[in-house]
């Protein structure tokens, strides 16, 4: 059984404390990450919890490990998107619906694009200008 990380310790993805119940322990690292325990409460999620096949046991993972930073794999929101190639929200966001841009579009509407994808796009704007 994984304890939970004491309320108030900070989270190792994204450096917010902890609350009560809302943490758990990576089993990779070691280091505590915001994991929502509580279905009825909303919370945030730094990272997974997942049933283990093998020996049905529970298994923890932050993001930092499941999603190895990499700078070129990161994934960044729209504002900060816009902030990396310098332009308007607004003109990512015209790009990415007229398909120029690929990017994903989350669950509650949050447009994702990776680094990768924007430096490439950037490159081939700058090319056919
Ligand atoms: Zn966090
Ligand atoms: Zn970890």
Known sequence: M????????????????????????????????????????????????????????????????????????????LEEAAAFVGLAAAELEAAAAAGHLPHRRTGSGILLFSRRELVAWMEARSGGA
């Open 2 to 77: 994984t304890p939970y990380p004491e309320p108030g310790t900070p989270c190792s993805v994204c450096g917010e404390p902890l609350g009560p119940a809302s943490g758990a322990f990576c089993d990779s690292c070691g280091e505590p990450f915001h994991l929502n325990q509580r279905e009825d409460l909303p919370g945030k999620d730094c990272g997974r919890v997942w049933i283990n096949e093998d020996h049905l046991g529970l298994e923890f993972a932050c993001d930092r490990c499941l999603n190895p930073p990499s700078a070129l794999e990161e994934v960044l929101e």
